[in-house]
């Protein structure tokens, strides 16, 4: 089966390690789902969040996150994309997020646990490298690794004063986010290894930041993980992109994971058409 | 007329080791699902000569055929594929009737050739194989194109001969496959139909000439470097201090290699 692909993304690869024919699905056949809330809404308190910050560097008196979620919220749901509400409502979400950004927020990890007053004075603490005169805010980056084809492309959200990249994640009150998962992540040696490429030299020790964002209405919460990488953990994943998942990509391997988180009716986009779900 | 369905191909490309140890990963299975139907080595020859040619891995097994002696044709079909997709053929015209077929190809840095043959002519050849039977005009078109191919595309075809029964005791279908046999050498009964034309020409007017088939070497692989080979040396953060970054091409980490190398020395 040809593939017809221009770049790979760390998503990409995450998706085929997951689940190599739910990858065929969505970037071989290129067959459409509805977008979930939880896309939807991350995707709108990531984008609100780095609106703040770049807003902040502009004037002293931007928009408070609140406001940027308004505005990030009504542009996701003017992208005429159908969404798979799964039972919520956008009433409920919208106040989610108003929770979300007003209320005090309890912070753990990159230090002693504290409160901050809403969402925008957390975010203050994030003060972004200047580079040009601008804000390193989604910066797009690429790495060519010998022997696969196409590049590798992401954006990342965030490189502070201090030279660390970082990454906004939304997620839910229990999902298990620890300096361990982290990282095991790929996304973090990917970008290193991008910015390594690009000659990139502020941050000698590897670090890279997350900062996650709980989902939760009454005491919203947010985690701070800092990690350092190394160079023979990012070698290894290119050499595993290299070696193993893109000649598997090339031969057409696409077997379905069955023993995947995902391989379940609410967590995978192509359930009812793959033939070992509910097809 | 219509337009034949052609097989979409990528770029050429060099094999690498990791590409190498796919192959022979993969050609057991390959035979085992008669994709391919003879043997290990000759599956894996298909595949690599596919990866040459830029074809997926899987679809090589549709366009190239690898006889029981070890001879690697390109089925018509296969050709005709390649060189659409190789973007130098400006054009592709064919004329048949009841009794002959012209086709007409012209390369984008070259003459335009048509070549023409009768059914006639093909009886007088003694072509008569089961699909020169049932489905003649095809056969005519098949021949002419895989002719046309071989003498305008040798360089996108990589010197590979094709399939043609006309040379070879194999049998191609009306499709333009090749169903099975071998590549023993046969003396062409009729050959060398082209001129510098836009008419067609008909092939009684030429004068018998055989294009060249020359058995074509069995490329062996010399795979790019890798990060893989600098780390077999060397370890990840020496080659990163050494170089300054991480190597992105093969012509990259041959230099960081070189660089690395001198360090060492020095």
Same mark, same amino acid.
Request: proline share 7%; glycine share 6%; with cysteine.
């Given at each position: 089966?040809?593939?017809?692909?221009?770049?790979?993304?760390?998503?990409?690869?995450?998706?085929?390690?997951?689940?190599?024919?739910?990858?065929?699905? $969505?970037?071989?056949?290129?067959?459409?789902?509805?977008?979930?809330?939880?896309?939807?809404?991350?995707?709108?308190? $990531?984008?609100?969040?780095?609106?703040?910050?770049?807003?902040?560097?502009?004037?002293?008196?931007?928009?408070?996150?609140?406001?940027?979620?308004?505005?990030?919220?009504?542009?996701?749901?003017?992208?005429?994309?159908?969404?798979?509400?799964?039972?919520?409502?956008? %009433?409920?979400?919208?106040?989610?997020?108003?929770?979300?950004?007003?209320?005090?927020?309890?912070?753990?990890?990159?230090?002693?646990?504290? &409160?901050?007053?809403?969402?925008?004075?957390?975010?203050?603490?994030?003060?972004?490298?200047?580079?040009?005169?601008?804000?390193?805010?989604?910066?797009?980056?690429?790495?060519?690794?010998?022997?696969?084809?196409?590049?590798?492309?992401?954006?990342?959200?965030?490189? *502070?004063?201090?030279?660390?990249?970082? &990454?906004?994640?939304?997620?839910?009150?229990?999902?298990?986010?620890?300096?361990?998962?982290?990282?095991?992540?790929?996304?973090?040696?990917?970008?290193?290894?991008?910015?390594?490429?690009?000659?990139?030299?502020?941050?000698?020790?590897?670090?890279?930041?997350?900062?996650?964002?709980?989902?939760?209405?009454?005491?919203?919460?947010?985690?701070?993980?800092?990690?350092?990488?190394?160079? &023979?953990? #990012?070698?290894?994943?290119?050499?595993?992109?290299?070696?193993?998942?893109?000649?598997?990509?090339?031969?057409?391997?696409?077997?379905?994971?069955?023993?995947?988180?995902? $391989?379940?009716?609410?967590?995978? &986009?192509?359930?009812?058409?793959?033939?070992?779900?509910?097809? | 007329?219509?337009?034949?369905?052609?097989?979409?191909?990528?770029?050429?490309?060099? #094999?690498?080791?990791? !590409?190498?140890?796919?192959?022979m990963?993969?050609a057991p299975?390959a035979t085992?699902?008669?994709?391919?139907?003879v043997t290990q080595e000759q599956a894996a020859?298909?595949?690599?000569?596919?990866?040459?040619? !830029?074809?997926?891995?899987?679809?090589?097994?549709?366009?190239?055929?690898?006889?029981?002696?070890?001879?690697?044709?390109?089925?018509?079909?296969?050709?005709?594929?390649?060189?659409?997709?190789?973007?130098?053929?400006?054009?592709?015209?064919?004329?048949?009737? %009841?009794?002959?077929?012209?086709?007409?190809?012209?390369?984008?840095?070259?003459?335009?050739?048509?070549?023409?043959?009768?059914?006639?002519?093909?009886?007088?050849?003694?072509?008569?194989?089961?699909?020169?039977?049932?489905?003649?005009?095809?056969?005519?078109?098949?021949?002419?194109?895989?002719?046309?191919?071989?003498?305008?595309?040798?360089?996108?075809?990589?010197?590979?001969?094709?399939?043609?029964?006309?040379?070879?005791?194999?049998?191609? *279908?009306?499709?333009?496959?090749?169903? %099975?046999? *071998?590549?023993?050498?046969?003396?062409?009964?009729?050959?060398?139909?082209?001129?510098?034309?836009?008419?067609?020409?008909?092939?009684?007017?030429?004068?018998?000439?055989?294009?060249?088939?020359?058995?074509?070497?069995?490329?062996?692989?010399?795979?790019?470097?890798?990060?893989?080979?600098?780390?077999?040396?060397?370890?990840?953060?020496?080659?990163?201090?050494?170089?300054?970054?991480?190597?992105?091409?093969?012509?990259?980490?041959?230099?960081?290699?070189?660089?690395?190398?001198?360090? %060492?020395?020095?």
């Amino acid at each position: 089966m040809p593939v017809d692909l221009d770049h790979l993304s760390y998503s990409s690869i995450n998706t085929y390690l997951l689940c190599p024919r739910s990858w065929m699905y $969505h970037y071989v056949q290129k067959i459409k789902t509805p977008v979930s809330t939880n896309l939807i809404f991350g995707s709108a308190m $990531h984008d609100a969040c780095e609106e703040y910050i770049r807003m902040g560097q502009a004037t002293a008196d931007p928009f408070p996150v609140s406001e940027q979620f308004e505005m990030a919220w009504k542009k996701q749901l003017d992208r005429n994309q159908e969404i798979d509400w799964q039972g919520e409502s956008e %009433d409920s979400l919208v106040k989610l997020g108003e929770s979300m950004t007003t209320k005090t927020i309890k912070v753990t990890g990159g230090g002693p646990e504290r &409160d901050y007053r809403n969402m925008s004075v957390f975010l203050n603490g994030f003060e972004p490298l200047i580079v040009d005169n601008e804000p390193v805010i989604e910066k797009r980056v690429s790495l060519s690794i010998p022997g696969l084809p196409i590049p590798l492309i992401g954006y990342v959200d965030l490189i *502070t004063s201090d030279g660390v990249p970082c &990454d906004f994640k939304t997620a839910s009150p229990k999902s298990r986010w620890s300096a361990e998962k982290a990282k095991s992540e790929l996304q973090p040696l990917i970008y290193l290894a991008s910015l390594a490429q690009e000659g990139y030299a502020l941050n000698p020790d590897l670090q890279f930041r997350y900062i996650i964002l709980r989902k939760m209405k009454t005491t919203p919460k947010a985690q701070v993980i800092e990690i350092k990488q190394s160079w &023979d953990a #990012i070698f290894e994943r290119l050499r595993m992109i290299v070696e193993d998942v893109w000649p598997a990509i090339e031969a057409g391997a696409f077997p379905p994971n069955e023993s995947s988180w995902k $391989h379940n009716d609410r967590y995978c &986009d192509y359930w009812n058409l793959c033939p070992y779900g509910g097809g | 007329m219509t337009e034949e369905r052609a097989l979409v191909v990528r770029q050429s490309r060099q #094999i690498t080791e990791s !590409g190498w140890k796919t192959i022979m990963s993969i050609a057991p299975t390959a035979t085992a699902a008669r994709m391919f139907g003879v043997t290990q080595e000759q599956a894996a020859i298909v595949m690599l000569t596919g990866y040459e040619l !830029g074809l997926p891995i899987s679809a090589a097994f549709d366009v190239i055929y690898v006889s029981r002696d070890g001879k690697r044709v390109l089925r018509p079909k296969g050709a005709l594929g390649l060189v659409r997709s190789s973007g130098l053929l400006e054009k592709f015209d064919w004329e048949s009737d %009841d009794t002959s077929a012209t086709v007409t190809m012209k390369r984008v840095d070259g003459p335009e050739k048509s070549m023409t043959l009768t059914i006639g002519q093909a009886q007088t050849a003694g072509w008569k194989s089961a699909a020169w039977q049932t489905t003649p005009q095809n056969m005519l078109r098949w021949r002419l194109i895989g002719w046309l191919c071989d003498l305008l595309f040798p360089d996108v075809l990589l010197g590979l001969s094709i399939a043609d029964d006309s040379y070879l005791p194999v049998e191609i *279908t009306s499709d333009g496959d090749v169903i %099975d046999g *071998t590549t023993q050498w046969i003396t062409p009964p009729v050959t060398e139909l082209t001129q510098d034309t836009t008419a067609p020409t008909s092939v009684a007017q030429s004068s018998p000439q055989p294009p060249t088939y020359t058995e074509p070497p069995i490329p062996q692989p010399e795979p790019a470097m890798t990060l893989a080979d600098l780390l077999q040396t060397w370890n990840a953060a020496r080659i990163v201090e050494v170089y300054g970054g991480i190597p992105g091409t093969p012509a990259q980490v041959a230099e960081a290699k070189e660089k690395l190398e001198q360090a %060492d020395a020095s």
